[in-house]
């Protein structure tokens, strides 16, 4: 069955720097995009950045564009998230998801992607 699996949240001070980490399984991870989104207490669920399947292209919300980037090692079957210059707004329940469909490109839209992890809390506070 499918699993994904989020580490390395934790607290970090503003202007600070986080690694996320999903470990994927129970499919042909190579095949799927994928994508990070965030939940603040009390707000929806936003999309953060996404990768296309196999080696493909990666977008980003505007918020974080220049400061996040996404990646994958489809041979280890992992995605990341690299977070610089943390802001306060930053905080949230981070969660790895998987796309839907095979072969189709990553979308911002929650209702594209059919497994979500249990998250990694993302604090960023002084």
């Known amino acids: 069955q499918v699993q994904l699996v989020e580490s390395g949240g934790g607290l970090a001070q503003p202007g600070g720097s986080l690694r996320l980490s999903c470990a994927a399984s129970?499919?042909?991870?190579?095949?799927?995009?994928m994508g990070w989104f965030r939940q603040a207490p009390g707000k929806e669920r936003e999309f953060v950045a996404g990768t296309n399947y196999g080696d493909g292209g990666t977008y980003y919300a505007d918020s974080v564009k220049g400061r996040f980037t996404i990646s994958r090692d489809n041979a280890k079957n992992r995605l990341y998230l690299q977070m610089h210059s943390l802001k306060p707004e930053d905080t949230a329940m981070y969660y790895c998801t998987k796309l839907r469909l095979a072969y189709w490109g990553t979308s911002s839209r929650p209702d594209d992607y059919n497994y979500w992890g249990q998250g990694t809390q993302v604090t960023v506070s002084s």
């Open positions: 129970g499919f042909t991870f190579s095949d799927y995009a």
